[in-house]
């Protein structure tokens, strides 16, 4: 048994930055892939970023703005997000899996949300323009 921990989220001007942390307890050793998703109000759950297999994926709409980083010593997955959008505001999620990923994934395969079987409560972020 895998448990996130969110936090780091709140409020912020369009412009700023953040960063949003994820610390995991239980059987972490067995996680494979790690990542953030979103949903906004009336929205769908989005992946945001995603890491496994040694590569990260990130979606269009943050590539170059949001980096996904680890630190295994802390057990702790953290987004960094940079040059706020108003479009980034949302309920983010962490979310972590133990099914390895193959050679073969894509971005569309990597933040499928059913391919992740332990999710945080999430933590709000809110930019304001």
């Known amino acids: 048994q895998v448990q996130l921990v969110e936090s780091g989220g709140g409020s912020v001007q369009a412009g700023g930055s953040l960063r949003l942390s994820c610390a995991l307890y239980?059987?972490?050793?067995?996680?494979?892939?790690v990542g953030w998703f979103r949903q906004a109000p009336g929205k769908e759950r989005e992946g945001v970023a995603v890491?496994?297999?040694?590569?990260?994926y990130y979606a269009d709409s943050v590539a170059g703005r949001f980096t996904i980083s680890q630190d295994n010593a802390k057990n702790t997955v953290y987004l960094q997000m940079n040059r706020r959008e108003p479009e980034d505001t949302a309920m983010y999620f962490c979310?972590?899996?133990?099914?390895?990923?193959?050679?073969?994934?894509?971005?569309?395969?990597?933040?499928?949300?059913?391919?992740?079987?332990?999710w945080g409560q999430g933590t709000q972020v809110t930019v304001s323009s």
């Open positions: 890491a496994g297999g040694g590569r990260s």
């Open positions: 239980g059987y972490t050793s067995s996680i494979s892939k």
């Open positions: 979310a972590a899996d133990f099914r390895v990923p193959s050679m073969r994934e894509t971005f569309a395969t990597m933040t499928n949300p059913n391919r992740y079987f332990y």
